[in-house]
């Protein structure tokens, strides 16, 4: 129904930047929120920023005044700028997007992810 691609992961040295972004397609009727959370290895998943669709956004502490979160609702997009790198950054990265679908008329919402994406910052 819907699917949700990241792109712009990769390796990049500490101090450096990436910008991550994600499109969701698919039956969408509406936008909620979308956002990014990452997965280290060995721990739980974390918030790392999401935004609302009327624009009010939310960050970890962990990344505040580091990365920025922007997004397109006529789009169906979220990008994630993070500058400043830190080795304790690196983890999989993953989109969410919390929505409403057109299901053959029947409206209901749904909470999807994408499949991740690797950033590396090496120590």
């Known amino acids: 129904q819907v699917q949700l691609v990241e792109s712009g992961g990769g390796l990049v040295q500490p101090g450096g930047s990436l910008r991550l972004s994600c499109v969701a397609s698919g039956n969408i009727f509406s936008l909620n929120a979308m956002g990014w959370y990452r997965q280290a290895p060995g721990k739980q998943r974390e918030m790392v920023a999401d935004i609302s669709s009327g624009g009010n956004t939310n960050y970890a502490d962990s990344v505040k005044g580091r990365f920025t979160i922007s997004g397109d609702n006529a789009k169906n997009t979220v990008d994630l700028q993070m500058n400043s790198l830190k080795p304790e950054d690196t983890a999989i990265y993953y989109c969410?997007?919390?929505?409403?679908?057109?299901?053959?008329?029947?409206?209901?919402?749904?909470?999807?992810w994408g499949q991740g994406t690797q950033v590396t910052v090496p120590s």
């Open positions: 969410n997007a919390v929505l409403w679908v057109n299901d053959w008329g029947t409206i209901h919402p749904g909470d999807y």
